[in-house]
Every structure is written in C-alpha cells, then in structure tokens.
C-alpha cells in the first residue's frame, strides 16, 4: 500500500497558468515533505521542502502548502513556463534523513505554450 | 563542480550475469543511497551508506548487494539472483546532517537481453 500518493499520473496546462500538483500522504507522523522534479534521462533534482511546523513555504514562483489534518500537500506553480514540463515528485520523511523517504509515483507536469 | 556520476548511461546484461553499476560522487557527503525506479512507481530504496565501510538494506535488498571501500564510492551489484532486474536505478548522496535535500546522479538504465 503506498504511503504517499499522487493521484494524477499526469497533468497539462497553459503557459502563464497556474499548476497545481496534489501529494497525499497515509502516515500521520510525516513530518517533512519535499518536492522533486525530474527531466527525461536526467535524475531528480530538489525543488522546494516544507516541514510540519509550517503550512505553507515559498521560493520565486513555486509555493508548497501542507494541510496536516488532511494530509495533503500541493505545490503550486505561477506563472507555468514551457522549461517547467517534467515529472515532479513528492516525498516524505518521518524526519530529515535520507534513507527514510518515501517518494509517490510522481505527476508529468506538461506545460503548453 | 561538485556532483554525482553514474555510468553507464545504458547497460544491457544477459540472463544469470551479475552487473555492475557504478556512482561516483565529489560533493564530500557521507551519506549515499541507491533506489529504483519502475513506471508507474515512486524511487524505493535498495541499499544505503552512511558512512564508509558501513551500509544498510532498504526496502528491496534482495538480489543486490553494495560496498562502500572509499566515501566517493558506492557502486551497486544486481546479481542472477535478482528476478526482474529491468529498471531505472538512481543513486544519491546526502549531507550526513540532513542539512541539504539529496543530490542524485543522472541514473543508469538496466535492460535484460
């Protein structure tokens, strides 16, 4: 059963847009939350993070909101740029350690001019 | 620059042949990781280091196997006794403080002839 999901295998939107890329999560004591962002035959690089003490962290045009009640997190993207098209995936941690994280299957995120 | 390096890019292995794959990283980290990647499924971790001469199972261990002789080097093993071998493997390594999210190589894609 996988602890953290991301229900949308893919998503498209328009240059200029708003992406909203959706994270849930099954295992209450997550408590910091990554976002990674894959390119086609290149590996993941990191994106932006959030831990539980906050509900929301923000870094140029992306934004990560955490809903612990719901465990939910979204990462939002604004404007969307054409160079923003890759697979992003979400990831979880009990803490900040490396061999702890759970990653979902990730969300291709094509960004349409 | 720093960074990490995995090769090949490609690689092809014949069935009951053990296979290399290497990864190689100048970014001082003390922590390094190997994972897995499937379509349609988040990173799981096979093997990670936290230190030299030292290193862990993950989640799916079984028909690989690992060394960690030099901090820069962490090469991973997939043997005969690995049953579906076919997939994309992704190393990283990590600040052993947990300061910095994880840096991961560009992988190496594994092909069963």
């Known amino acids: 059963d996988q602890q953290v999901k991301q229900n949308s295998p893919s998503l498209s939107v328009q240059e200029g847009r708003i992406s909203i890329l959706n994270c849930d999560y099954t295992n209450s004591m997550f408590d910091y939350f990554l976002w990674y962002k894959k390119y086609p035959a290149e590996g993941p690089t990191f994106l932006i993070s959030i831990s539980s003490i906050k509900d929301k962290n923000e870094d140029g045009r992306f934004t990560v909101f955490l809903n612990k009640s719901a465990k939910h997190l979204s990462l939002h993207i604004v404007p969307s740029q054409p160079g923003d098209s890759a697979v992003y995936f979400c990831?979880?941690?009990?803490?900040?350690?490396?061999?702890?994280?759970?990653f979902g299957p990730g969300t291709r995120l094509s960004v349409l001019p | 620059d720093g960074g990490i390096t995995q090769s090949p890019k490609y690689l092809f292995r014949k069935e009951g042949q053990n296979v290399t794959l290497s990864c190689e990283q100048n970014?001082?980290?003390?922590?390094m990781y190997w994972y897995r990647q499937d379509p349609g499924q988040g990173l799981r971790l096979i093997y990670y280091?936290?230190?030299?001469?030292?290193?862990q199972k993950g989640d799916i261990a079984e028909g690989y196997s690992v060394s960690r002789e030099k901090k820069e080097s962490f090469p991973l093993t997939v043997t005969s006794a690995q049953k579906n071998p076919t997939a994309f493997y992704l190393c990283?390594?990590?600040?052993?403080?947990?300061?910095?999210?994880?840096?991961f190589g560009d992988g190496t894609r594994l092909s069963i002839l």
């Open positions: 990283a390594s990590e600040d052993r403080l947990g300061n910095q999210p994880q840096h």
């Open positions: 970014l001082n980290h003390d922590a």
């Open positions: 280091s936290q230190i030299v001469n030292d290193f």
């Open positions: 990831a979880a941690s009990v803490d900040n350690y490396g061999q702890n994280f759970v």
